[in-house]
């Protein structure tokens, strides 16, 4: 028996690859597929099965690509509804691995279609349990969306999840390896923990929602305080399940190395300028009306939160880094790519093309201005939670994923001098490469964010809202 965890970052994202006797399964494969065939090749293992837990929202699957390439079937849960040429599998049934075999347990209430998988070892005692999203270190899936108006509440949901843990999941064993789909930082739960394993027994411990006493406190419990999905869910969910672009099409676009000239061309187009450099390089240079996501952060969720997906993306990036932008722009569903900068920036400035700048400033230079700047504005672009847990006094809070909203952007008229800051710098740049798009230029980025901010000594941290007038 063999199980190794491929885990993408950026994405909070768990795949799995198990084999036994040469045989081989994966279970929610990423758009790019290499990592599944180099392991299988390297370990002499033809690749039998694709397991779906779920129509996945956060990203788009590598599932179809995976299947032309081995010829592998796709396997979903009960009540899948897609016109994809899938396997939909019912609950119980099981498939032979080599020595092991897998059993669907459908477990509804993240989706209906939801489905954990059992592994048995070749004796036929339950080894690991492959949970999806129903069941997370410390969390469970959010119920919220696979909702249907007037047919299916979140409510609803999260009853259906009540009775799928209790029934598949709580019978198992404690020493039951628990492989989700997601670790911390997902969207796709509340707050999950730190890990990405766990054991049945240490759920039903520790996780809040395995401990309520009835399923009318579980419904309460999961339902209560769950942040809107990000913008591109409702599009990678739609993806998934109708069938998308060969990644080797949409790279094939994207890897079309354009001169300035031809660059600036296409900047006449309806287009997005995207520069994934690092935050602290770009403040000091880059190209007009370009928009920041550092490959550095969690690149292609801010970009699929914050960029609309029906326009072309003109790529900005390090030297050596345009295929793995693209790559990551494709997994949460980006399919339009219109080549990238020849020679990166550097080309733009030996052109002798006009550039734009971002004022980096330490937080004490912030401090000393504060008394001073009748027209200061603080503009903090956490999140609600992190803004509740400490802020500074008249601080304005407009989250970063709601920056691209016109009403919230009409507020912050050009008079202000705005000081702009998130948790770490990273976000911030990103905020203010949006407000400078959108001809907003009297801004600053405040270095380090509020963990410097708030290292400053007798600084004042408050922990009201503030509200723009």
Request: charged share 25%.
């Amino acid at each position: 028996m063999f199980i190794k965890q491929l885990y993408t970052g950026c994405l909070s994202e768990a795949a799995y690859y198990i084999e036994s006797n040469g045989e081989a399964a994966v279970i929610d494969p990423i758009r790019d597929i290499d990592p599944y065939l180099d392991l299988a090749n390297t370990r002499k293992a033809i690749v039998k099965y694709i397991f779906e837990t779920h129509f996945h929202a956060d990203f788009v699957s590598g599932h179809m690509d995976l299947s032309k390439a081995t010829g592998a079937p796709v396997i979903y849960g009960p009540q899948t509804e897609t016109k994809l040429p899938v396997h939909i599998a019912k609950d119980g049934e099981r498939f032979q691995l080599g020595e092991l075999s897998i059993e669907v347990l459908h477990t509804p209430g993240h989706t209906l279609e939801s489905s954990c998988y059992l592994l048995k070892d070749k004796n036929g005692k339950d080894h690991c349990v492959f949970t999806g999203d129903t069941l997370f270190a410390g969390d469970v899936g959010r119920p919220d969306l696979a909702q249907k108006e007037n047919e299916i509440t979140t409510e609803d949901l999260a009853g259906m999840m009540y009775d799928s843990i209790h029934s598949k999941l709580f019978p198992l064993s404690d020493e039951v390896i628990v492989y989700p789909a997601h670790g911390p930082g997902s969207a796709c739960g509340k707050n999950l923990g730190p890990n990405t394993q766990s054991t049945i027994g240490e759920e039903k411990r520790t996780n809040y929602a395995m401990k309520a006493s009835s399923k009318e406190e579980f419904i309460r419990e999961v339902t209560k305080g769950i942040p809107s999905p990000p913008h591109y869910f409702p599009v990678n969910a739609m993806i998934n399940k109708e069938g998308y672009e060969s990644l080797s099409e949409i790279l094939k676009q994207g890897l079309r190395s354009l001169s300035v000239e031809e660059f600036k061309t296409k900047m006449n187009d309806d287009v997005i300028i995207l520069d994934s450099r690092p935050a602290d390089i770009f403040t000091s240079g880059f190209v007009p009306g370009s928009i920041n996501i550092g490959l550095e952060g969690r690149f292609a969720e801010w970009a699929g939160s914050l960029l609309p997906f029906d326009k072309p993306i003109l790529l900005i990036t390090e030297p050596g880094k345009e295929k793995e932008s693209i790559i990551r722009l494709a997994r949460v569903g980006f399919n339009k790519m219109a080549g990238y900068l020849k020679g990166d920036f550097e080309a733009w400035k030996k052109a002798g093309e006009e550039i734009n700048m971002i004022i980096n400033v330490e937080p004490h230079e912030l401090m000393l201005d504060i008394p001073f700047d009748k027209n200061l504005l603080i503009l903090d672009v956490r999140k609600p939670a992190e803004y509740a847990d400490g802020h500074l006094k008249d601080a304005v809070n407009i989250p970063l994923d709601k920056l691209t909203d016109s009403g919230n952007l009409g507020d912050l008229e050009d008079h202000y001098n705005i000081y702009i800051h998130c948790a770490a710098g990273y976000r911030s740049v990103i905020a203010a490469s949006l407000l400078k798009r959108r001809g907003i230029h009297n801004l600053r980025n405040v270095s380090g964010g509020w963990e410097k901010i708030s290292a400053i000594q007798n600084v004042e941290i408050v922990k009201e809202a503030a509200i723009l007038n």
